[in-house]
Structures are given as C-alpha cells and as structure tokens.
C-alpha cells in the first residue's frame, strides 16, 4: 500500500519535472490582441500536442509594466522562453547587444524568411550579421483618423498637408467640435504624433537621420515641426491629461471629436466599440512614407525549454501563423507573400503601402533608438505640452542626442 | 543568565539575519549601484563617484518631481491633521451613532491607493467639450459652478488634486489616532479644569491639545514617510500629468530605470529619497530612545 502510494508520488513529480513546457512572455492581454495570441497557440498546441504553454502576460499599454517585469527576470537570470519585444533598437540595444539573446539565423535560412519579408524590416531584426528575433506582425504609427460624418456635415475633405490640417481644424472649432483628439496620460502619445510632424517635415531621410546623426536636431526643419506642433496643441481637447490612447479615440467614436492621430491598433479598438464610420489618410505630410514599428520574438539565452521555443518561433514566421494572428490583431503579417484578400479594408491598403512606400522606423514604439533615448525624448517632448517653448525643447532635444553619443 | 542571553539571541537572530541581508544589505547594494556606471540592461561597474547625483540634480524633471513632492507632503499633512483632530474631537461630544461614522471615516484606509486612484480619477475628470462630469457635474448642480477646475489636468493645480485623494484616504486613519488619545485623557484632568471654571475651548486649548503632541508626532511621522515615497496613487490616479505637474520621484526613478535603463540613475533617486525619510525618522527614534532611557 505505502509503497504504491510513493511510486505514485515519485512518478507525478517525475512529470511535474520534465512535462513539456512553454512560458511566453507578452503584454498582449486586451480585445483583439489576446484572441490574436490564442490563434498562434492554437496552431502551436495542434502541431506540437501536448506542450502546456504558460501565458506569462502582463497588462499595459506599450508594454511599459510588461518590459520592468522582463528586466527584472532576465537579470535575475529567470528568463522567459521567449518573449515580445519591439524590432529594432529596442531588441538590438537592449538585448542582443547585451549578450542575452541567440541568434537564430539558422531558422530564417531553414524556413526561408529571409526572402519572403521586406528588406525594411530584415535590417531591424539584424546585427552583426545575424537575425535576432521573428517579426510577428506590423504596424502602422503615421495615420490620421478621423469620424466620417463630421467630416460630410461640414463638407470638409480629410486633410493631407499641414496647410490643410490646420484649415480644416479652423472649421471644425467653429463648430464647437474638437478638431483634434489626444490623450497623454501615459507619456508616450503626444511624442507619438510629434513623432508624424517630425517625419512630415523633414521627410523620410531627414527622419531617420536624426536617430543616426546625418541630421543635426539643431535644423531648422525641427524647430520648424516644434512651431507646427505647438500650433496643433491649440487644437486638441482640454482634457488630454485624463485620457489615455483609447480613450482619446472614443472621442471620435462619440463624434466629439473629428480627427486623431495614432497607430494603425486604433482600427481595433474602432471594431470593438462597432464604430464603423471612421476613414484614414496619413498624417499631414507623411505621404509615401510608412512608419513601421514590429512585434517580435527571440531566444533569450538559458531558456528553458530550447526546442519548444524553436518550435514556437516557427509557427510565429510561418504563413498560417502570420495570417491566423495579425487579422484578429488588426496588424498587417511581416510577410509579403500573404493574400490581401483575407484582409479588412483597413489592412489591405497597408498591406499595398507596405510594398511601396518608403519605410522609416518608429522611434516611440522602440524602432528609430535606444530605449533610454526614448525615454529622454518622451519626457522633453511631455514638457514641451505643457511649456510650448520652442528654443529650450530643441536644445533639450540637441542634448539629449549628445549624450546618447550622437555627434551634433 | 548567560544561557538566557544566547537562547535570546538564538531567537533573534532568523529575522536578525533575514533584516540584514534584505532591508541593510540592498540599501547597501543600492547606495553601490548608484556610484556606478549602469546605464544599460546589462550592469557595467565602472566607479563613476557622486557623478549620477550630479547629473540628477541638473535634470529638470528631478527637479520638478522634488518640488512636487514638497508641496504634496505639506499641504497632505496639514489637511489630514487638521481635518482628523476636528473629526475626532466632534465625535469625542458623545455624538449618537458614533461608531457608526467612526467606520464611515476609517474605511477609506481599508481602500488600497490604487483603488483611490482609480475612483478619484474619474471623480476629478473635467470633461470634455464643455460637458461636466464627476465633481464639476455635483458643483454646477448644486449652484457652485464657479468652483469648477481642470482639477489635475490643469498644470498649476498637479499634484494638489491628488492631494484631495491622499487626504480623503488618510484623514480617517488620523481620526482614530487622535480619537484614542483623547479618550486616553484620564477624566480627573477634564473635572479639574471644570472646578476652576474653564469653558470648553480652554478645555481643548489648555488640557487636550498640549496632552494630544505626542499623538501629533506619530501621526507627522507615519503620514509623512507615507507621502515622501508616494507611488501607486500618482500612477493609478494621474501618472506624471501634463508637464509633469504631477510627477514624484519615485515615478521618475520608476520611469528611469525600467523604461530607461538608467539603472544607477534610478538607484541614485532611491537613496536621495531614503535620505529624505530619513532625516524625518532619525530624529523621532533619537526622541524615543531618550525618553525610554529616562522612563
């Protein structure tokens, strides 16, 4: 009896111990990102059954809660299997150049990645020759949103220059509508649209230059986009401060409000609230540019259970995987080799821009620059709401550049 | 006797050790971590001196966060001590039903701050477009309406909205503080001062209030360790607000660390605000000891 009972005991520690197990790490946890993440584990636990796989998801816009919980872990040596982080210098600063990632160049060669996604999007994902994490999906941060029928109301066209932007929000204020929705709550959002300004009026190279130090912050184009910013400000609801992101869009879907300018996750937030009335163009002056920013997963080194990671990132590059997860996400799949026509509208004039617009990479989403870079440029840029002054902000912004070692 | 002492010991000595490593021994890490040169995921020891304390104090948001935390720590304890003696002392005149609002006042204690955050967000949204909602809804209709604000999406109002929260939290707890004290007054001193024909408001200025001090000093000490390292209700409540009208150091040294990776920046912050307690708490134990010493 007794010695029944303690092999009984052995064995189900024995399973504890070696079960097949997968932990992935994400901030996926609200409306159509978690149902996008339960497709790609779905298609994980059919091909590969009997894995368990953890969902070790922290809530949070941005991921800002998420990346203190991953910081802790990984340099208390715990690391996740695999976890989401954004492409570009997010991944490559903050973990590949720090030793804690595998390079799995091996798996875009054995899966034939490298030939089926943009060259765009290959160079954030490398460094030193090798590729570093798989892109899930993509988003779009320079599109301007705005509420059909106000616009009809008025017989307004949606704007495409700054001329215009401003033009149309003279109208919209008369009419006692908020011509442009904001939120700051979180920090991030106002650097978010000064991000489009940016990109607006210094176009795509003078764009990119600056996180590279081809152009100096001290151009005049940035002061340029400082004063557009500021005079846009004058625009925006009174409240920003109490709103976060998706709050700001419901004024638009209360018809408060006319226009917004946010990533292309808004188009989800949209379909949930069954608000259908809305119609994009990019932001003012952002024509034929796309500004890209990419979820992606990796190997952190020391994970766990290797194979099953391995495993894992496969079906995140594959095609099924690609398509199952990014219609329910409202994101547009890294490959370019997936029917348009299983898409929304929405995504399938991103999917066409994808191909022939010129990509940039977001710096507020963890693309253009180094983490902590973005952090200084969120803050100044917060300042600057508050305090629309001009001359100071863009020698903030000067500083801030130098002392991430980028010559001025 | 001196099996005695080595069994005391004995006895101690888990949680001597246990408080050692996790409460000294990380202040010690702490103080190290913030002398060095981290400013990556990755830690990089390189003895850089008092060089990331000098780059703090030259940071305009360290510098904004401070002065908030200043002007929240003052007016925080002047309204909660204020408005906790006056609770206690109205429901010290034997009101009815007394411990029944004794609850009402406490219970916004048992709310955790992030739970006050949330509410008092709502409450104090301004609204938008014209349209009141929360506390300027309740102003306009019940005739006030010149008393509505932008609450704490106004920059010059910031933290003092969220001032409302912390007192609404925690003058109940003051209340209780003060409460046990006055019923702590033995009954002679109170039929003494009556004998020699003093009103009530001598009473309370010559026999509660002297007598309540020690009860003032508890409460300035636990309020006010409590507002220097405030952090879940700003960030529940406002996060660091519209040009950091809202900000406190410790989001700041949230926000630079796991955001930034300023690692031995955010360590940095950590220090200047324990030395900030520090310099509150010191004297108080230096206060107490003494007066165990002469008891």
């Known amino acids: 009896m007794w010695r029944k009972l303690v092999l009984l005991v052995v064995m189900c520690l024995v399973v504890a111990v070696f079960a097949a197990k997968i932990e992935i790490f994400s901030w996926w946890t609200a409306g159509g990102e978690a149902e996008g993440l339960q497709e790609l584990f779905n298609i994980y636990s059919r091909l590969y059954p009997g894995v368990e796989i953890i969902n070790a998801a922290v809530a949070g816009g941005a991921g800002a809660q998420a990346k203190a919980v991953l910081k802790t872990r990984m340099l208390g040596g715990d690391p996740p299997d695999t976890f989401q982080v954004h492409a570009g210098h997010e991944l490559i600063d903050t973990w590949v150049k720090t030793g804690f990632m595998e390079p799995i160049t091996f798996l875009y060669r054995e899966e034939g990645w490298d030939k089926v996604m943009p060259k765009g999007i290959l160079d954030i994902v490398s460094y030193n020759g090798e590729y570093w994490s798989v892109p899930v999906n993509i988003h779009r941060a320079n599109v301007l949103w705005y509420n059909k029928k106000i616009f009809e109301k008025y017989g307004l066209k949606p704007p495409k220059t700054f001329e215009e932007f401003f033009q149309v929000a003279e109208v919209l204020k008369s009419h006692g509508i908020i011509p442009l929705a904001l939120g700051t709550k979180d920090g991030w959002e106002a650097a978010h649209v000064f991000e489009t300004v940016l990109i607006g009026k210094l176009g795509a190279e003078g764009y990119k230059g600056l996180w590279t130090g081809k152009t100096k912050w001290s151009d005049p184009r940035v002061t340029d986009a400082l004063e557009t910013f500021a005079r846009m400000l004058q625009y925006v609801n009174s409240d920003h401060a109490a709103r976060t992101w998706d709050e700001a869009c419901a004024l638009i879907v209360e018809g408060k409000a006319a226009m917004n300018i946010m990533g292309d996750w808004a188009v989800g937030y949209f379909y949930a609230k069954n608000f259908y009335d809305f119609g994009w163009v990019l932001a003012p002056g952002n024509e034929g540019i796309f500004d890209a920013l990419s979820d992606s997963f990796g190997l952190p080194k020391g994970a766990k259970n290797r194979e099953n990671v391995i495993n894992f990132l496969k079906v995140l590059g594959s095609k099924e995987g690609q398509l199952a997860f990014n219609i329910k996400k409202g994101s547009i799949p890294a490959r370019t080799d997936i029917d348009k026509n299983l898409f929304p509208e929405y995504q399938r004039s991103a999917m066409e821009d994808w191909l022939k617009h010129e990509i940039v990479p977001s710096v507020m989403h963890g693309a253009a620059a180094s983490e902590s870079w973005v952090t200084d440029f969120k803050d100044v840029i917060s300042l600057f709401v508050a305090r629309p002054d001009v001359k100071t902000t863009q020698k903030a912004l000067v500083n801030i550049a130098k002392a991430q070692g980028v010559p001025q | ?295």
């Not at chain 2, 004995?10 to 190290?32: M, N």
């Open chain 2, 1 to 295: 006797m001196k099996a005695d002492r080595i069994v005391a010991l004995l006895f101690i000595l888990p949680s001597l050790i246990l408080v050692g490593i996790f409460i000294y021994g990380f202040i010690g890490w702490t103080g190290w971590v913030s002398m060095v040169n981290w400013r990556d995921v990755f830690p990089d020891f390189t003895f850089v001196g008092l060089r990331n304390y000098s780059r703090l104090f030259e940071h305009f948001r360290f510098a904004i966060s401070m002065k908030n935390t200043l002007i929240f720590t003052i007016l925080f304890l002047l309204a909660s001590i204020g408005i906790g003696l006056l609770l206690a002392i109205l429901l010290d005149r034997k009101v009815r039903f007394e411990g029944f609002f004794r609850t009402v006042y406490l219970f916004p204690m048992a709310v955790s701050f992030v739970v006050t955050g949330v509410v008092w967000r709502w409450i104090l949204n301004p609204g938008t477009g014209g349209e009141s909602v929360g506390l300027n809804w309740l102003l306009e209709k019940i005739g006030l309406g010149f008393l509505k604000s932008g609450w704490y999406t106004d920059p010059n109002i910031g933290i003092k909205a969220v001032v409302i929260a912390a007192v609404w939290q925690m003058s109940g707890y003051v209340m209780a503080l003060y409460l046990s004290g006055i019923r702590s007054i033995p009954t002679e001193l109170y039929e003494a001062a009556q004998l020699d024909g003093a009103n009530v408001f001598q009473l309370y200025r010559y026999i509660v209030l002297p007598l309540l001090r020690p009860v003032t000093l508890s409460a300035v000490i636990i309020l006010g360790h409590i507002s220097l390292k405030i952090f879940d209700l700003v960030f529940a409540m406002t996060g660091s607000g519209i040009g950091f009208s809202c900000d406190v150091p410790a989001l700041f040294m949230y926000d630079t660390t796991f955001r930034g990776n300023y690692f031995s920046q955010g360590a940095a912050i950590a220090m200047i605000l324990l030395l900030c307690v520090a310099a509150l708490i010191i004297p108080y134990l230096v206060y107490s000891i003494r007066s165990e010493v002469r008891r």
